[in-house]
C-alpha cells in the first residue's frame, strides 16, 4: 500500500478491525520512511448488473444515483438516514442476489417504490406520480386510494 503523505510503497499494518456489521476490514497503516499512520478500507469488490434504460442504453448502477432519487421523494418527510440506508442496501442486496448481467431500469424502480412504500406513503406516491409519469388525475386518484387502502 502507497502511504498517502510521502509516496513510499512500503507500509505497514499495525492493526486490524472488523466493523461491527461485517461488511468491511479497517486498517491501521503506518509508513516505513515517515512514519506516518493512515487508514485503509477493505470491502467486497461486487458487480451489480448493468441497467438498461428504456431508450435501449446500458448504464453502470449508481448508487449514489439511487440515493438522490430517494432522497427526493423523501424530502421533508420523517425518515432517517439509517431507515433509507437500510432500504438501499435490501435495493442491492436483491439487484445481486438476481444473478442477471443486466436489469430493465423499470424494476430497479419498482424496487424503489416497494420500499418507499414501507418507509413513507407520501414518498410513495411523489416517487410513483413521477416514475409512471401519469397523465392524468384519475391516474393519480387511483394511486392515492390504493394507498389508503
Known amino acids: 500500500m502507497k502511504c ?8 505497514q499494518v499495525v492493526e ?24 485503509t478500507y477493505e ?10 434504460k428504456k431508450d435501449g442504453r446500458r448504464i453502470e ?13 423523501l424530502r421533508k ?6 431507515q433509507i440506508d437500510s432500504a438501499i442496501e435490501r435495493i ?9 448481467r443486466e436489469i430493465p431500469s423499470h424494476r430497479i424502480g419498482e424496487m424503489v417504490m416497494r420500499e418507499l412504500k414501507k418507509l413513507d406513503k407520501v414518498a410513495y406516491v411523489r416517487f410513483a406520480s413521477v416514475y409512471r409519469s401519469f397523465e392524468d388525475i384519475d391516474e393519480f386518484k387511483t ?7
Open 4 to 11: 498517502p503523505f510521502c509516496g513510499h510503497t512500503d507500509t
Open 16 to 39: 486490524t478491525r472488523i466493523s461491527e456489521d461485517a461488511d468491511f476490514i479497517r486498517r491501521r497503516r503506518q509508513c516505513a520512511a515517515c512514519e506516518k499512520r493512515f487508514t
Open 43 to 52: 470491502r467486497p469488490d461486487v458487480s451489480f448488473p448493468a441497467v438498461v
Open 61 to 73: 448502477f449508481e448508487r449514489a444515483k439511487l440515493r438522490a432519487s430517494m432522497n427526493l421523494a
Open 77 to 82: 418527510r420523517p425518515v432517517s438516514t439509517e
Open 92 to 100: 442491492e442486496e436483491k439487484l445481486l442476489g438476481l444473478g442477471l
Open 143 to 149: 394511486l392515492v386510494d390504493e394507498v389508503r387502502r
